[in-house]
């Protein structure tokens, strides 16, 4: 079983911060790229941020600049660091990871819960 454990959501004020944590549990061989994706009412589900196991980055454009995206292989965590925040930020933020269970398994994407993030104008 795998799991992904989201924290740090909240409301905060425009302009605010926030730092969203992930936790990859379980039985994991290998986790290929981490990212966070976000789903505001109303709207499909957008990818905000990748970041593969090498370190390389990816941010959808209307982030860049204000999030930072990063992550421990150790722990298996990822982070959001979300600075000058916006009310069009606010949606459900997603964890998700790409990762073989075994090493003989093909590598699959699990998804945490979603964590709620509110930015008040």
């Known amino acids: 079983q795998v799991q992904l454990v989201e924290s740090g959501g909240g409301l905060v004020q425009a302009g605010g911060s926030l730092r969203l944590s992930c936790a990859a549990s379980?039985?994991?061989?290998?986790?290929?790229?981490m990212a966070w994706y976000r789903q505001a009412p109303g709207k499909q589900r957008e990818l905000v941020a990748i970041?593969?196991?090498?370190?390389?980055?990816n941010y959808v454009d209307s982030v860049k600049g204000r999030f930072t995206i990063s992550r421990d292989n150790a722990e298996k965590n990822v982070y959001l660091q979300m600075n000058s925040l916006k009310p069009e930020d606010t949606a459900v933020y997603y964890c998700?990871?790409?990762?073989?269970?075994?090493?003989?398994?093909?590598?699959?994407?699990?998804w945490g819960q979603g964590t709620e993030v509110s930015v008040s104008s």
């Open positions: 998700n990871a790409n990762l073989r269970r075994y090493w003989f398994d093909r590598a699959s994407d699990y």
């Open positions: 379980g039985s994991i061989f290998s986790i290929s790229a």
């Open positions: 970041v593969t196991s090498g370190g390389s980055t």
